[in-house]
């Protein structure tokens, strides 16, 4: 089973900043907090990951609790290409992932 | 990021024949690869680990001689779908993880696989 829980769906206007929450309680000491996106279609795309600190590359920032507990995956400024879903993952150790059903987010124009 | 490339990207195949996806690490060796399937509107489903230089570790309740793994060489894992049949058309993706950054994951393009 997936170790994380993420709201169905959101919606974000374009040109807003996109605030996708996870809840991974169950994480352990090493495990890493790892974010990709599916536009239909495609294979899942790599957003960014981080272990404990709060991580910022040039498609997004990740916020992690300093309980480890939950995260935050925050896009600056949506755009329409923007809409997929969301999946945030905790990586074991082996590197096997395992998919919940992620956010689907839609950007309104 | 690291490349991981898939082919074919689609492939109609008939009931009963078997056909062939090969998963390719470009720019970066993998020991370990893994296979997923997903239907419309579901999630991935994890079907399989890949070994390089072993056999494949199959998740519970998928066939291992169905879909047949082999991971032949640092950068190439093939998923063969054996004896095809209509329910076993899906978008099929693979994964790699690229030790030079850290372990992160990075999955292919996917491909659709049509039996008729």
């Known amino acids: 089973d997936a170790k994380t829980t993420q709201p169905t769906s959101m919606d974000c206007a374009e040109g807003r900043a996109a605030n996708l929450p996870c809840n991974h309680s169950t994480i352990s000491g090493n495990e890493y907090v790892y974010w990709y996106r599916q536009i239909h279609s495609q294979g899942p795309q790599y957003i960014i990951h981080?272990?404990?600190n709060n991580e910022t590359n040039e498609m997004a920032s990740l916020i992690i609790t300093e309980d480890r507990k939950s995260s935050t995956l925050i896009l600056p400024h949506a755009t329409l290409r923007d809409t997929a879903v969301y999946y945030c993952?905790?990586?074991?150790?082996?590197?096997?992932?395992?998919f919940g059903k992620g956010t689907r987010l839609h950007i309104l124009p | 990021g690291a490349v991981v490339s898939q082919h074919p990207s689609w492939v109609i195949c008939k009931s009963g024949t078997s056909v062939k996806i090969e998963c390719r690490s470009l720019d970066f060796q993998a020991t370990t690869m893994f296979w997923y399937r997903q239907f419309p509107k579901q999630s991935l489903m994890l079907m399989a680990t890949s070994n390089e230089g072993s056999k494949a570790t199959y998740e519970q309740g998928v066939e291992k001689d169905k879909f047949l793994i082999n991971h032949a060489s640092l950068t190439l894992s093939t998923l063969t779908v054996t004896s095809a049949h209509p329910e076993d058309s899906s978008f099929y993706i693979c994964s790699a993880s690229d030790s030079n950054s850290g372990n992160t994951i990075y999955f292919g393009e996917g491909s659709w696989l049509t039996v008729v």
């Open positions: 981080g272990l404990k």
């Open positions: 993952i905790v990586k074991s150790l082996d590197d096997k992932i395992i």
